[in-house]
């Protein structure tokens, strides 16, 4: 057979057999039967090797295959990817570990996306190099599950980690056999140096038991299998323990020696090193000796260590006084961490009287040097008022010094201050810096924090996945608030109710006492939430909530108790539970318990309790009570029986209920429900205000104002607005403002006015608004701002603010204050003239009638200007003579023009003089009459009308001319004078000819 005929066998053999593909491997190495490929070389001598191949392991350890080309490197590394992107294992294999350990920006991901590539195909090593990853970010169980995967493809070294995590119970139950069984397999497939590595296992008890047979029979193993200083190597750790313990022996005669009278801080260092808790070497009688002698003669760490092995009873009989005197001595020669500790001995009355004071100076003494530890419990001392006075911002200066040095609780703690806003101003990002430096170091209470952050979206984006990660790691190191967060998390609509994955957790949390978590599986039970009903483990649950107090708990229970659930009927008991959980602020037992006094079922009917109840979960935000609160008070809901509202709010009011007491006062005020009566009125409204109500404060202000049931008083009118106002009322505020702007009750005074209206308008009250904007637009307290002036009448503009709305439209019209806009003053215009306010409709007919921001329509003009006129806005009515007489938008009407005429004549209005005079004097639609027409005309030219000055100098030209008289006569030259010199030009050209 030839080697091209050899090489097409092996081919067309089993190319998972490890045999097959190391023939294939040295064929494509040297060339047999096909062309060098190092690529394919290398690739298949790694598949073999990797099943436990020795000849390939040994190749490709002895260095023969450096010869192999085309190697993996920079170069190289696109054609491996496009290799690794068609599905080539190997190649998806090699390029992951090329990045690995190139360190290429970015490579990380990438390598970890053809690892998964590799693994998806069942690549051993691929599945081995992952897991490592996979331990390294806390991945146990996945990383086990890959192990496995690789070891059962007869890879030695994933055999060895397998069994290194059964063997410490890392991702998989500890099962000592198991990691035997694994351990074992390995060396069965591996090469001399396994076989050795199992051998020192059983030698030592590494994970297995110990058995010297064992030991010695893979000792034996490794040696045949050609390690030639096996021996000398198993037994090699004996060797060096006994020549160690000899050097020791000789190292602690020396020290003995030199403790006495040679440097005192060699020596020190010595006796911490066989101090340690890690250290090979511990002896704690020896350092413990050490600390004597040196302490002795005043070394203070060693006196603080001495202390130490007192505090603790290390090599020394427990004696906390003794170990005292010893943090004392050392302490007072400054040592930072002795000063600490005495400063815990003093808090927690350890060896010495309890004395808080006495801790926190010792605390600062250490703090002020420096030492975390003492500037967290400084920290401490001035949050929680122990030893000092209660000082939240120094507490939060030294919680930040010690989170400075790396602090884990501190950090976590000063998290929590800018969480919350203690001690520091609030600031969620921050919160958010210090949670993620405090769970680096695996501190568990950030972690948790960490998680709120990420649920409630505080300091970053919502994100309901990364709170449950934090939770999760939280909850898993025991914590049973976290434990309770992430069963609530998955509980609920963000998880899709995952009721199955919530319970284990809240029921971790319930076993450690958690109440709310205790409550929350208690209603599990009760309604079947990843569990089978079962009232009486719902009971057992709600009852230990309650036991702490939990105000849902006794809710639940007194619904259990109220239908039987798990326990007998007991109205009696049901009432007491609502009770209980109303009175822990619970806001569903409050509504609940409410609702039972009104009916009066298994509770003495007290309507009064219950509005009492029903404000107490309102105010929690419950929105069934708040809106049980606005029916009773709604005269809308009343409108059927006003009557009976009126003696429902007399009840409340009489049982001190404030809002009910301001009601009853509009009632008497109205006349609704009951007869008019403002002295009734004032005395509801002033039991109100007795009681700091800042409604009936501000109405009983307004009786005083208006004299309402009691005689006129500003003066008290301005007291109790004030009183009002201050407390925060917007309406009071406002009143304040129309006092100073007016002079009602104080002196008048734009400034306090503008102040007063301010605060009304921040609050969004849109009179203030409307008034801010007069101020602004007016200079009234203020230099004018039309810029402000348009932000203030724009916000109470849309809030529907009548008088803001069409301010605005005269703004736009006119273009004060802002660039002029019609089809903005049209849209501000209609809103008002909507809301029927006359001035507006007649401005919105305006720009119908002259079809400015709207297309010129004079029958809609018509319609507007009739609605304002009807109400009397003289404007309106003289435009809308205008229209009768010239027969636009309506049929002409001479008698209706003059009718619209006079009406605005009557008001004063010049163009309405004007225009009828006019009509006198020509009697065009009415009777000529010269002498009204002159009475409309001079009222109007008194008034500057050019035209009605024109009109009264042409009505004295035809009726003061006599015969001798030549030229105009004086009155008539006078009053065309008067129109000319203001630019008429009929005026001007009637003098000209003259």
């Known amino acids: ?55 390939a392991q040994a190749l490709l350890g002895s260095g023969q295959t450096e010869s192999i080309s085309e190697i993996l490197t920079e170069e190289t590394l696109p054609d491996w990817c496009v290799a690794a992107e068609d599905g080539d294992a190997e190649a998806q294999y090699q390029v992951a570990r090329f990045l690995m350990e190139g360190g290429m920006v970015g490579g990380d991901a990438d390598a970890e996306r053809y690892l998964s590539m590799a693994v998806d195909q ?12 996979w331990q390294g970010q806390g991945k146990d169980k996945e990383a086990a599950a890959l192990l496995r995967n690789a070891a059962d493809c007869g890879l030695p070294e994933a055999m060895v980690v397998l069994a290194v995590c059964y063997g410490q119970g890392c991702g998989v139950d500890q099962d000592l056999n198991e990691a035997e069984l694994w351990f074992t397999r390995a060396a069965d497939l591996g090469g001399g140096e396994d076989k050795l590595s199992l051998a020192r296992r059983y030698k030592t008890g590494d994970l297995v038991a110990v058995s010297p047979a064992r030991a010695l029979s893979w000792l034996r193993k490794a040696q045949a299998a050609g390690v030639e200083n096996a021996e000398e190597r198993f037994y090699a750790e004996e060797r060096a323990r006994e020549a160690r313990q000899a050097e020791l022996a000789q190292e602690k005669e020396d020290l003995l020696r030199c403790a006495q009278v040679d440097d005192e801080n060699e020596v020190y260092d010595a006796a911490l090193r066989f101090s340690r808790f890690d250290s090979e070497e511990r002896d704690d009688a020896f350092a413990a000796e050490l600390f004597r002698i040196l302490a002795e003669r005043g070394h203070a760490g060693a006196q603080y260590s001495l202390g130490r092995c007192y505090y603790w009873g290390t090599e020394f009989e427990k004696d906390e006084p003794l170990a ?64 000092v006075e209660e000082d939240k911002t120094l507490a939060a200066d030294w919680y930040r010094k010690a989170a400075e040095q790396g602090h884990a609780n501190a950090q976590s703690i000063l998290g929590e201050c800018y969480y919350w806003g203690i001690g520091v101003e609030q600031n969620h990002a921050s919160a ?12 568990a ?154 009916k009066g079922d298994i509770v003495e009917e007290n309507p009064a309790r219950g509005l009492q109840l029903l404000r107490a979960a309102a105010k929690q935000g419950n929105e069934r009570a708040q809106d049980q609160i606005d029916n009773i008070f709604s005269r809308k809901f009343w409108t059927a029986d006003s009557a009976q509202a009126v003696r429902g709010w007399r009840t409340y009011a009489e049982a001190s209920d404030a809002q009910a007491q301001c009601e009853l006062g509009h009632s008497y005020l109205d ?183 709207v297309r010129q329509d004079y029958a809609q003009a018509v319609q507007w200007y009739l609605k304002a006129a009807k109400q009397g806005n003289k404007y309106a009515q003289n435009t809308l003579g205008a229209c009768y007489s010239n027969g636009k938008g309506v049929q002409q009407d001479l008698a209706q023009a003059n009718e619209w005429y006079r009406k605005a004549a009557e008001q004063g209005y010049y163009w309405g003089q004007c225009n009828l005079g006019r009509n006198y004097k020509n009697g065009r639609g009415i009777a000529k009459n010269l002498a009204e027409a002159e009475r409309l005309l001079k009222l109007a030219a008194d008034q500057g009308l050019a035209d009605a000055q024109y009109e009264l100098g042409m009505l004295y030209k035809e009726t003061k001319k006599s015969f001798f008289s030549r030229g105009l006569p004086q009155e008539a030259r006078e009053w065309l004078q008067k129109a000319a010199d203001q630019g008429h030009e009929k005026a001007q050209k009637e003098l000209d000819i003259r």
């Open 324 to 387: 005292v005197e010893w943090f004392r001595k050392a302490a007072e020669q400054g040592l930072a961490e002795a000063q600490n500790q005495l400063g815990t001995c003093y808090y927690y009355g350890q060896g010495v009287e309890v004395d808080a004071a006495l801790a926190m100076e010792w605390y600062r003494k250490a703090a002020e040097q420096g030492f975390a530890e003492a500037q967290y419990n400084l920290g401490f001392g001035y949050y929680n008022g122990k030893g």
């Open 445 to 598: 209470r950030a972690q948790n924090y960490l998680g709120d952050c990420y649920f409630f979206g505080n300091g970053m984006q919502e994100n309901f996945d990364q709170a449950k990660l934090w939770y999760t790691k939280a909850a898993e190191q025991g914590l049973a608030e976290a434990q309770y967060n992430l069963g609530y998390l998955y509980g609920n609509e963000y998880y899709d109710f995952d009721y199955d994955s919530a319970f284990p957790w809240l029921y971790k949390a319930a076993e450690q006492g958690h109440g709310e978590a205790q409550n929350q599986l208690g209603f599990y039970y009760l309604d079947g939430c990843g569990v089978s009903i079962d009232f009486e483990k719902a009971i057992f649950w709600l009852r230990k909530a309650a036991e702490q107090n939990v105000s849902f708990a006794y809710k639940n229970l007194g619904e259990c108790y109220l239908e039987g659930k798990g326990v007998e009927k007991d109205p009696a008991q049901a009432a007491f539970c609502f009770q209980k959980g109303a009175e822990l602020g619970c806001d569903l037992a409050q509504y609940l318990l409410a609702n039972h006094y009104f």
């Open 122 to 133: 069942g690549h051993p090593q691929a599945c081995l190099t992952l897991a490592k990853r």
């Open 1 to 55: 057979m030839t080697d091209e005929e050899r090489f097409e066998d092996l081919l067309e053999s089993d190319q998972s057999d490890p045999e097959v593909q190391y023939q294939l491997g040295l064929c494509w190495l040297h060339g047999t039967g096909t062309e060098k490929d190092g690529q394919q070389a290398e690739r298949w001598l790694r598949r073999a090797a990797e099943q436990g191949h020795s000849s």
């Open 671 to 853: 006349g609704w429900g009951v007869e008019k009566d403002r002295a009734q009125a004032m005395q509801w409204f002033r039991r109100a205000a007795d009681q700091n109500d800042p409604n009936g404060q501000n109405w009983l202000g307004r009786c005083y104002e208006e004299g309402w049931g009691v005689e006129k008083d500003v003066v008290q009118a301005v007291a109790w607005y004030r009183r009002a106002a201050e407390a925060g009322l917007a309406a009071a505020q406002h009143n304040m403002g129309m006092c100073f702007k007016n002079g009602t009750g104080v002196e008048q005074d734009y400034i306090q006015a503008m102040q007063w209206f301010r605060k009304a308008a921040e609050q969004e009250d849109k009179d203030a608004q409307n008034w801010l904007g007069r101020f602004y637009e007016e200079g009234w307290g203020v230099e004018k701002d039309a810029a402000q002036a348009v932000i203030w009448y724009r916000k109470a503009a849309e809030q529907g603010h009548v008088i803001s709305q069409r301010s605005l439209g005269l703004l736009y019209y006119h273009g004060r204050c802002v660039k002029q806009d019609y089809a903005q003053a049209a849209e501000w215009f209609r809103k008002a003239a909507e809301q029927g306010d006359a001035e507006a409709q007649n401005g919105i007919g305006s720009c119908y009638y002259f079809g400015r921001g």
């Open 432 to 443: 958010v810096e210090w949670f993620r430096k405090a769970t680096e170091q695996g501190l």
